[in-house]
């Protein structure tokens, strides 16, 4: 424990943004660092408790007493080499994780969290600068061949696990870079892409082998995969979006989160131009239905757009400004929460129902929405309507894309059409087939998808060489 008393005396103090007005003006990251001093000083907060919830709270487990104890006496080098024992991508997760250990830190019960994220973040993005992130080429090869389908963070770090122990790996991806939703969903302001081009860069050099732009199933049969590799993990994502059936869903100008965030990031890599986007919110008043994550990333990509207003929906009532700790304390809690896209002028509703959609000559106008009550029932007399010119549906996903690959082979899926598979294994019904990442437990989180690529590959390993010494 750094310093005994930092949590009595030091007030959490955590990154802060750009200010609005500026950051929308481009697609570029606006969370300012906080310095190295600050650092040290919100690292000095923790308490290094005997029962150190936040290991439990964070999904790989990440050392967060000891890299926070490593931070404070100044030993940054030492601390990322913590880190990266139970984080492959700690530079993805120091950006974009919701950061559940925060919500289960001791001091969080009566006092304001340790600034764990910001803290994971600092020591990266150091040990990045300082060139203390080099490839771990494995020195012996084991002379099995493993192939992954899929390049997101559940692959990615799967294929590093697996490489460092001397096995031949081969990433076959249908996009043509690799990253999966970290690439294509995640817009750039909130984690630009060159973080993932150097992961990459690194894992060419630890011997990954990335094939682009082959979707396996159409492009390249599981047969001829099968037969030439010794295992095969499937980390495809959960890709099928939920949809809204209902009266005027054909109008033109209603689309999927997922058939817009990607236009946007591919123009900013260059992989497509501006004028080849086919949805634009520029000159738009825009409407996203669904209040999560990418409800968000589908508002602050509106407003750099050039969006005329903005507007979200979310069937659910409001949730309470602040959490009963003693009630919700060390889980997630659910509590009113603003994402820097939100409050970069959106207008929220909640206990919203779309009802229909309204259009002249088949392109969109508006939406016929009602209130509910907190059971999802209608409130009589409360219909009212919005004027619309792009709808987007930002609902969630249901499940894997059954057509292709998963109908080839025949796997076994869950009640929920998702890859049955347990977490001892990650073996599905087919012999020498894994199954990691949103592919198996449906629409999740990054952290979790980089656990889980731990995890499957700890057992590949295990089952192709008898015994593991990987990290679970
Ligand atoms: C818009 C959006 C924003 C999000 N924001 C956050 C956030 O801020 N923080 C957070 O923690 N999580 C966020 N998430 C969730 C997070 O991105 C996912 O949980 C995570 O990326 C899942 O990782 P994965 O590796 O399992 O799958 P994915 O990231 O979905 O990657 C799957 C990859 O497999 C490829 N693939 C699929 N089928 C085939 C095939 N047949 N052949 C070849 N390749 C194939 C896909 O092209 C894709 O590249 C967000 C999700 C979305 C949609
Ligand atoms: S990965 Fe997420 S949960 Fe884990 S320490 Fe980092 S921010 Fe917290």
């Not at 969290?113 to 012996?140: F, L, Y």
């Not at 990253?179 to 909130?190: Q, S, T, V």
């Not at 549906?393 to 249901?398: K, N, R």
Request: aromatic content about 8%.
């Amino acid at each position: 424990m750094g310093k005994v008393t930092g949590f009595l005396e030091i007030d959490r103090h955590d990154r802060k943004y750009k200010p609005a007005a500026d950051r929308i003006r481009n697609y570029k990251e606006f969370v300012i660092p906080l310095g190295d001093t600050e650092t040290k000083n919100q690292a000095a907060r923790c308490m290094d408790c005997g029962i150190p919830f936040c290991h439990t709270g964070c999904p790989v487990n990440n050392q967060i007493p000891d890299w926070n104890d490593l931070v404070y006496s100044g030993n940054w080098e030492q601390a990322s080499a913590n880190l990266h024992s139970t984080n492959n991508f700690p530079e993805f997760t120091g950006r974009i994780c919701p950061a559940p250990c925060e919500a289960s830190c001791t001091l969080n019960i009566t006092d304001e969290s340790v600034t764990i994220k910001t803290i994971e973040c600092a020591i990266v993005d150091k040990a990045w600068q300082n060139g203390w992130i080099k490839p771990m080429v494995s020195t012996e090869k084991t002379g099995k061949n493993i192939a992954i389908i899929g390049s997101g963070p559940a692959g990615l770090a799967a294929a590093q696990q697996l490489a460092r122990q001397g096995h031949s790996v081969d990433v076959y991806e249908k996009n043509s870079k690799a990253g999966g939703l970290l690439r294509y969903g995640i817009p750039d302001f909130k984690m630009e892409k060159h973080h993932i081009d150097r992961r990459v860069e690194q894992m060419q050099a630890e011997g990954v082998n990335f094939h682009f732009e082959k979707n396996i199933g159409v492009d390249l049969s599981m047969a001829d995969i099968e037969k030439n590799y010794d295992a095969i993990i499937l980390s495809g994502g959960s890709e099928k979006p939920r949809d809204l059936p209902i009266e005027g869903r054909d109008f033109s100008g209603i689309h999927f989160a997922m058939d817009f965030l990607p236009l946007q990031n591919k123009v900013i890599s260059y992989e497509i131009s501006d004028n080849e986007k086919s949805i634009t919110a520029n000159g738009k008043h825009v409407v996203v239905i669904g209040g999560g994550d990418t409800g968000s990333d589908c508002i602050g990509t509106s407003f750099r757009q050039g969006a005329l207003s903005v507007t979200q929906l979310e069937i659910m009532p409001e949730p309470p400004e602040k959490e009963n700790k003693q009630m919700t304390w060390p889980y997630w809690p659910l509590k009113m929460r603003t994402s820097s896209s939100q409050a970069e002028g959106a207008m929220r509703d909640f206990s919203v129902l779309t009802e229909s959609f309204e259009g002249s000559d088949g392109i969109l106008t508006g939406l016929n929405c009602i209130r509910v009550d907190d059971n999802l029932k209608k409130i009589d007399n409360s219909a009212f309507k919005i004027k619309a010119d792009l709808v987007l549906l930002a609902m969630g996903f249901v499940h894997p894309i059954h057509e292709g690959l998963l109908k080839q082979i025949g796997v076994t899926l869950n009640d929920r059409g998702n890859v049955q598979a347990n977490e001892d294994d990650y073996m599905t019904n087919i012999n020498k087939i894994f199954v990691a990442g949103d592919m198996r437990r449906g629409q999740s989180l990054v952290v979790w998808a980089i656990r889980e690529g731990r995890q499957v590959a700890h057992s590949v390993d295990k089952y192709l060489m008898g015994q593991t010494n990987l990290p679970r």
